[in-house]
């Protein structure tokens, strides 16, 4: 099955990644998903393969802070943000921003370090409406449109094919009730765990997506599918900047996990509900799920943040 010429026009190729399973579905059952093509010992017999881990470091997460003040009440956030190379890769193209009152991932794809250049011209840009003080859908498609320019603008690194996912979420203040607001663009994910369910938010944009959507593949048959790889949307020169933005609630209780494809490869949706569960601080959440990716095999960079949501009246 092959994606319309229109669209193929636009299809990001991640040419440097091997074609892999990316569309994570509930079940079955399983915390990691098996590394089968790494030759890795499942020594424990748990289903958990586990290489040996010599030489690599695994980063610290430490948990930060931040209450929000309401008319009446308050909003207490805690999280965590980690990212790693993984232990594929010779470079990291994730790039992270985690200050509210946003918090997105990046993942940036291109030859040379076009990548890099993409994801973190991304979450500069971001990073600069933080400090500015107005994150708003408006201000972050600006953000995003100098972002492109930025990637344009190193025409010895980047080309078309240059570009990046850019997904999260940030509170929005501005009427009578706060919200958070997810925004995507790409097959990064948000996920949400709210009365012990976990839901992923965002639909990703690539082409097995769009055609278990469509009822033309099962999810099992998206997962070998050639085209798994292949996102329709990026932050690129050649693309729209608008993401597609989804608003919800505030609860009290709520935990969100937002990460890009090199988590949900080697960790399935359960897997994240169950170390999100196992650890209610941030950091020791982000840190387990982390260490699972890489024990797994970490065949992409691997990239989580973790927010907790204390609401009180
Ligand atoms: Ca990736």
């Known amino acids: 099955m092959r994606p319309s010429p229109r669209a193929a026009d636009h299809l990001i190729e991640r040419a440097s990644v091997p074609r892999e399973r990316r569309l994570a579905a509930f079940g079955p059952p399983g915390l990691i998903r098996r590394a089968q093509s790494l030759g890795c010992e499942d020594r424990a017999g748990t289903g958990v393969a586990t290489p040996p881990m010599e030489g690599h470091r695994v980063p610290e997460a430490a948990t930060r802070r931040r209450t929000v003040p309401l008319p009446q009440g308050s909003i207490e956030l805690a999280w965590a943000a980690l990212t790693d190379v993984g232990r594929r890769r010779e470079v990291n193209q994730d790039a992270v921003f985690a200050e509210y009152p946003l918090f997105v991932v990046a993942d940036g794809m291109g030859g040379h ?7 973190s011209s991304t979450v500069n840009r971001l990073e600069a409406i933080v400090g500015s003080g107005s994150v708003t859908p408006k201000t972050i498609e600006k953000a995003l449109a100098k972002a492109v320019k930025d990637i344009a603008s190193h025409p010895e690194a980047t080309d078309d094919g240059t570009g990046t996912t850019v997904t999260g979420v940030f509170l929005e203040l501005t009427g009578d009730e706060p919200h958070w607001v997810s ?18 938010i965002t639909t990703d944009h690539s ?7 469509a009822g033309r593949l099962s999810p099992e048959e998206a997962e070998h599918h050639p085209y798994g790889n292949v996102i329709t949307r990026a932050v690129g020169p050649s693309d729209s900047v608008r ?16 990460c890009s494809d090199g988590l949900t490869k080697e960790l399935t949706d359960y897997g994240i509900q169950h170390f999100l569960r196992e650890h209610e601080d941030p950091a020791d959440a982000a840190a387990a799920m982390m260490d699972a990716a890489l024990e797994n095999g970490g065949r992409d960079n691997v990239t989580v943040i973790v927010l907790n949501v204390t609401r009180t009246d």
């Open 113 to 119: 370090i076009g990548g890099e250049i993409a994801s």
């Open 183 to 200: 925004l995507n663009i790409g097959d990064s994910r948000v996920y949400l765990l709210r009365d012990d369910t976990l839901v992923q």
């Open 207 to 213: 082409v097995v997506q769009e055609l278990v959507a």
């Open 243 to 258: 993401p597609d933005y989804i608003r919800l609630d505030v609860l009290d209780g709520d935990r969100f996990v937002v």
